[in-house]
């Protein structure tokens, strides 16, 4: 293996755009999560799209999961690939078997995805068991992706692995694999959803069980001697290039505040390490075809906007019409999010505003989940808070407010922004990770910008972010400017998918 190119850290991330005559690059992508067979956050999401709009782009990509218990094999056609039935795989000192299903996706009929079956690991009903058995478990999910490329004669020219799970594989691939010149030519990307996550297991006893005794001098030798092996640390070594989802997060993570103990091997690496904004699935996220909405509008003629407005006010028991600013919320209620701002600033604005309406859709910690019933009960008919996760409200909830906030602590991307922005509702952010890099400040001078943004965070931001927000709303003509603004701006993924394929490119000597 080779190191992957220079980088910026983080300052720029790749351009380029698929020539005709291009290449289809043999893209390998290992993950534990892949909507909608498996999610539980935006890991899913991102990794089912990058899979099928890759595909999409031409490229012959193959996307390895592991088919959990707790997937509904009613809900999907899943068929057993035949020459990878009873593939035996060692872990270790255990003797293991695995079959792979293939399955197509709901949005992309003609990809053929797979699933390790393996009863004795993913058979207990749960995607994650927060114990040592998750680190057999995703151990075992990279070898028998990269088993599975051998057993198809398939040289991936890239193996993208995303988060912890997967993190393991670049070092396999320098090892365990080395001697077989099907990798030879093989290189890695790990990209970082979220480095607050990084697969931290006790080591006594779990190297020979993980069989890295042999290779144990290549990991990280501080871990080792106070015990503990940390999966994230071992791809931060030996991937060929890394990648996160923002290029203002890629840079955030090498502080202290934000790089949650890695910063000093993100800085080390900083050449290797570039952000790449998520995508958004237009598809499914269109405020002119969304189904979860009573009508329709698109950025051509919004005025459909206010009659979904009043639906949504309506549904959550709440008064007011079309003068009435209406904010937003769709959150998980974590202390990354940012709430911690709102206990000061939104019971002084509802009181100091009458007219203000707010909304709220989520769930987590259960001081946020109080504190937003709380608000419902003091100002009845102003505030509704739906407690849990509704999709086709949350589609309503983006379509029908005015102002959308998201105070985040940090963000490493953040999507609800974005689609904000696509439905016409104003982002009141901070100005953190991927929401620095989507919404621009609002400048009334120029007419320029698609939100609100504050840099400290302190209640004083928030509440002077959604002052202006809400002044900015009572002059019609600047609000119709910022709607403007916001709709006209393209997230897709068929823009962003360009950057991943220039920057694989990068890694397989540039375009061919």
């Avoid at 592991?66 to 000192?93: M, Q, T």
């Amino acid at each position: 293996m080779t190191g992957g190119p220079p980088g910026d850290g983080g300052n720029v991330s790749p351009e380029g755009e698929e020539g005709e005559e291009a290449a289809a690059l043999r893209l390998c992508l290992i993950t534990a999560e892949l909507a909608p067979f498996a999610k539980t956050g935006g890991l899913g999401d991102v990794c089912a799209a990058l899979t099928r709009y890759l595909h999409g782009a031409g490229h012959d990509v193959r996307a390895f999961v592991p088919l959990y218990a707790k997937i509904d094999r009613g809900d999907h056609h899943f068929v057993a690939v035949e020459f990878l039935r009873n593939v035996p795989l060692a872990l270790g000192p255990w003797e293991l078997e695995f079959t792979v299903y293939t399955a197509a996706h709901p949005g992309a009929p003609s990809l053929g995805l797979y699933f390790i079956d393996c009863p004795a690991l993913y058979g207990d009903g749960s995607f994650y068991t927060g114990t040592q058995e998750d680190a057999l478990r995703f151990a075992f999910l990279g070898r028998a992706a990269l088993t599975c490329c051998q057993r198809m004669g398939w040289s991936p020219e890239i193996v993208h692995c995303h988060d912890w799970h997967t993190a393991l594989v670049p070092l396999d691939l320098r090892t365990l694999f080395s001697w077989d010149r099907l990798f030879a030519q093989t290189r890695t990307v790990l990209t970082l959803h979220n480095v607050g996550y990084q697969g931290v297991f006790g080591s006594q006893q779990l190297l020979a069980r993980l069989g890295l005794e042999s290779v144990a001098a290549k990991l990280h030798q501080e871990d080792l001697q106070v015990g503990r092996l940390n999966f994230l640390k071992t791809g931060l070594l030996y991937a060929d290039l890394l990648t996160t989802v923002s290029r203002t997060h890629a840079l955030e993570i090498q502080t202290q505040r934000y790089g949650m103990g890695l910063e000093e091997m993100l800085r080390a690496r900083s050449d290797h390490l570039i952000g790449i904004v998520n995508g958004v699935d237009y598809e499914e996220w269109n405020p002119a075809t969304d189904p979860h909405l009573p009508v329709h509008y698109d950025a051509e003629d919004p005025s459909n906007k206010g009659q979904v407005k009043q639906h949504l006010m309506a549904g959550m028991g709440i008064s007011g019409d079309a003068s009435t600013p209406l904010v937003g919320i769709v959150s998980r209620l974590t202390s990354q999010k940012g709430f911690d701002l709102c206990f000061e600033v939104l019971p002084e604005l509802l009181r100091r505003r009458p007219q203000l309406r707010l909304v709220v859709l989520g769930s987590g910690e259960r001081r946020y989940e109080e504190f937003f019933l709380s608000l419902e009960a003091t100002y009845r008919g102003r505030v509704g808070f739906y407690r849990g996760y509704n999709n086709p409200l949350a589609h309503l909830i983006e379509a029908g407010s005015d102002i959308f906030v998201m105070p985040s602590l940090y963000e490493p991307c953040g999507l609800n922004q974005m689609y904000s922005q696509r439905y016409g509702t104003v982002p009141v952010v901070r100005r953190t990770g991927g929401l620095a890099d989507t919404v621009e400040p609002f400048d009334p001078a120029t007419g320029r910008g698609t939100g609100f943004v504050f840099d400290h965070f302190t209640p004083q931001g928030l509440q002077w972010a959604l002052q202006r927000a809400l002044d900015t709303f009572a002059e019609p003509a600047l609000w119709s400017r910022l709607i403007a603004n916001g709709m006209g701006r393209d997230f897709s993924w068929e823009k962003q998918i360009e950057r991943y394929v220039a920057l694989y490119r990068t890694l397989t000597t540039g375009i061919r």
